[in-house]
């Protein structure tokens, strides 16, 4: 699909019907920039607005995508046009969105491995270092804690869940953190351990923090899946 000629199209339209882009936005329900948009080729319009958008001009989903008007003995044909090159459009997205995974998992990683080995030890505490970042029982807490508001929540859905663990998971991990280190502060005996058992009750907070971002990473997947759905 051409964003500029499909823009271009929604401008003629548009001008045919004696609307303005306020006129426009305000029976899509959208702003009168993002007509503008559109319009010019900088974006496409949702999915989730393509119903609104069509009524508003008075045209079908087909002619709006394929920037033209069809006749009625050139319908079929457009519509086989305009099916492959969502087809097409939806592979090159979805092979993008491989290589962006790949790549920012690899930054992520190599960011990991970055931060390990600048230490005073050099290059030994990319070795040393993470098994110092592994805590079960910090682990274990968070997953039951997680899991047990998921459960009190009612959430039915993967949305509805992950909204949930999104809102959720940071006061967990500060709420464990606190307690922990209250109750090593409370019974240490020797000062000589408190650095050492106060990075491990902080472990707790970085594993929430790690699936914070996973949580938010899935949610905008799920998010953006379920419109392209609409």
Known sequence: MNQERTGNFIAEIRKQQNMTQRDLAEKVGVSDKTISKW????????????????????????????????????????????IMALMEETQKTKKANWIQAIIGLVLVVLAFLLMMGITERGAKGIFQ???????????????LFAVGVLLLSGAKDKVARLSVLN????????????????????TLDDIAYLGPNLAVAILSLLYVVIAKIVVVILLERSKTGDVAKK
Request: net charge negative; with cysteine; charged share 20%.
């Open 39 to 82: 319009e010019t080729g900088k974006s496409m319009p949702d999915m989730s607005y393509l119903s609104e958008l069509c009524a508003a001009l008075q045209i079908n989903v087909n002619e709006l995508l394929a920037g033209e008007r069809i006749s009625v003995a050139d319908y079929s044909v457009k519509a086989e046009e305009t």
């Open 167 to 186: 809102r959720t998971l940071i006061p967990i991990g500060v709420s464990i953190t606190l307690v922990t280190a209250i109750i090593i502060l409370a």
């Open 129 to 143: 270092y993470p098994m110092y970042m592994i805590d079960l029982p910090s682990m274990i807490l968070d997953l």
